[in-house]
């Protein structure tokens, strides 16, 4: 049984990042592009179209996770060692910079430390 969400700070932590990442990649992509050192002159067509693609995938792990969906809740770190996969083979291909994929690894470090926290209580 999942814990009630306004007891999970984990979970809260969790699902705030997800859903602030899925919030600007949406609404102000090149926002984000700046904040995770980026250069927003590249956010193109195809880059918000992958941006869509990320953020769909967020609000739905948001959302299914706060209305108590335990195996969603369980999903967020596995998810997060995927795209940690992301960001270091794109710095490593050139796609984006070192600098970046150090950030943005940094942010998904922070979803996998609640996580893992969460499943010591669990």
Same mark, same amino acid.
């Given at each position: 049984?999942?814990? &009630?969400? =306004?007891?999970?700070?984990?979970?809260?932590?969790?699902?705030?990042?997800?859903?602030?990442?899925?919030?600007?990649?949406?609404?102000?992509?090149?926002? #984000?592009?700046?904040?995770? #050192? #980026?250069? &927003?002159?590249?956010?193109?067509?195809?880059?918000?179209?992958?941006?869509?693609?990320?953020?769909?995938?967020?609000?739905?792990?948001?959302?299914?996770?706060?209305?108590?969906?335990?195996?969603?809740?369980?999903? !967020?770190? &596995?998810?997060? !060692? #995927?795209?940690?996969?992301?960001?270091?083979?794109?710095?490593?291909?050139?796609? =984006? &910079?070192?600098?970046?994929?150090?950030?943005?690894?940094?942010?998904?470090?922070?979803?996998?430390?609640?996580?893992?926290?969460?499943?010591?209580?669990?």
């Amino acid at each position: 049984m999942a814990t &009630p969400v =306004i007891e999970d700070r984990e979970l809260q932590v969790m699902a705030g990042i997800a859903a602030t990442v899925a919030a600007l990649s949406i609404g102000r992509p090149r926002l #984000l592009a700046r904040l995770l #050192l #980026l250069d &927003p002159d590249e956010i193109t067509g195809t880059a918000r179209f992958a941006l869509r693609l990320f953020a769909t995938r967020n609000v739905w792990v948001v959302w299914r996770s706060l209305a108590g969906d335990a195996e969603v809740q369980a999903a !967020y770190v &596995p998810v997060q !060692y #995927l795209d940690q996969a992301v960001f270091w083979g794109s710095a490593l291909d050139g796609s =984006i &910079p070192k600098r970046s994929a150090a950030l943005t690894a940094t942010v998904s470090g922070v979803i996998i430390a609640a996580g893992r926290r969460r499943a010591t209580r669990a």
